[in-house]
């Protein structure tokens, strides 16, 4: 019974190891496959923008000037606000070559926002982090009604 506890025991180590070596032999394979991919860089002229005070039911409108700075092309393939209210438009999918530029527009409709507002928008783009994150902020002066 002993022998059979300790046989158990010791061929659960070994799986152990052995997952173990397969999972480091697997994360240094993707590591080196990452090394050989082309990732672009994208540089924004700011990531945060502030309309300061608007009032509700406007549609405020700020640019993002952003420009490919490495020496391949760069694809933007989606651009997203955190909620419905905050729309971005970009150029989806076209490739910007490298040292050329580009705009996202943000639009942010404060209907039935009051107050002070902070909204985001997340890029996706093919750079090493995935993309970028630009912010909008704004105060809300709400409708007297």
């Not at 942010?108 to 009051?114: I, Q, V």
């Given at each position: ?26 994360d240094i394979a993707q590591n080196e496959i990452s090394k050989d991919r ?26 993002f000037t952003f420009t490919n700075t490495s020496e391949n092309d760069l694809y933007i393939v989606d651009a997203r ?65």
């Open positions: 019974m002993k022998k059979l506890i300790l046989l158990t025991i010791l061929f659960s180590f070994l799986a152990c190891n052995e997952s173990a070596s397969k999972k480091i032999n697997t082309k990732y672009a860089e994208i540089t924004f002229d700011r990531i945060f923008h502030d309309f300061g005070n608007v009032n509700e039911g406007d549609m405020a409108k700020t640019v606000g955190s909620c419905g209210c905050t729309v971005p438009k970009y150029p989806k999918n076209i490739a910007i070559k490298p040292g050329k530029t580009g705009e996202i527009e943000v639009n942010f409709d404060t209907t039935g926002r009051p107050n002070l507002q902070q909204k985001m928008v997340k890029v996706s783009a093919n750079t090493s982090t995935g993309g970028e994150m630009l912010r909008i902020q704004a105060f809300v002066n709400p409708i007297n009604k």
